[in-house]
């Protein structure tokens, strides 16, 4: 299985919009616990508009987003912190469940698991990998 990854950080929609057709991509995950943004365009409803009038799925995972604790930490770059909080946050069972959906979900279509950081090493969306797709080619898109 093939699990795309992309951050918002720092682009605009023109520019996600087409990282994301280029690769292929026919559905996007929200993994944030929070979809807001401050980044026009980016917050859940006109997201998953612009989403669907490029004709890409949306589909967001409130469970496995980053804890308050651990998204405090991704700002300070203690990633050591953010690694335990969210740890945490996989062992609870609707994260569990929704690890599964987002497995399921990929299966069947490209998938694109969005957060904010534009860098996936700085970002929980490569530990939640690391954790529940073991085995899956993960590729990070930059935009």
Same mark, same amino acid.
């Given at each position: 299985?093939?699990?795309f990854?992309?951050?918002?950080?720092?682009t605009?929609?023109?520019?996600?919009?087409?990282?994301l057709?280029?690769a292929?991509?026919?559905?996007?995950?929200?993994?944030?616990?929070?979809?807001?943004?401050?980044?026009?365009?980016?917050?859940?409803t006109?997201?998953?508009a612009s989403?669907?009038?490029?004709?890409?799925?949306?589909?967001?995972l409130?469970?496995?987003?980053?804890?308050?604790?651990?998204?405090?930490?991704?700002?300070?770059?203690?990633?050591?912190?953010?690694?335990?909080?969210?740890?945490?946050? &996989?062992?609870?069972?609707?994260?569990?469940?929704?690890?599964? =959906?987002? !497995?399921? +979900?990929? #299966? %069947?279509?490209?998938? $694109?698991? &969005?957060?904010?950081?534009?860098?996936?090493?700085?970002?929980? =969306?490569? !530990?939640? +990998?690391? #954790? %529940?797709?073991?085995? $899956?080619?993960?590729v990070?898109?930059?935009?």
């Amino acid at each position: 299985m093939k699990i795309f990854t992309i951050g918002y950080e720092a682009t605009t929609m023109a520019a996600f919009l087409s990282t994301l057709t280029a690769a292929g991509v026919e559905q996007v995950i929200d993994v944030r616990a929070l979809p807001l943004s401050r980044r026009p365009g980016f917050s859940k409803t006109s997201l998953a508009a612009s989403l669907s009038a490029a004709g890409i799925a949306y589909v967001h995972l409130k469970a496995l987003g980053t804890p308050k604790a651990g998204r405090d930490a991704a700002k300070k770059a203690d990633l050591a912190t953010l690694e335990a909080v969210y740890a945490g946050q &996989l062992e609870l069972p609707e994260a569990q469940a929704q690890a599964a =959906r987002m !497995l399921e +979900l990929a #299966a %069947e279509r490209p998938s $694109a698991l &969005l957060c904010y950081e534009r860098d996936p090493r700085h970002c929980h =969306r490569t !530990l939640l +990998l690391e #954790a %529940e797709a073991v085995g $899956a080619e993960v590729v990070d898109l930059y935009c």
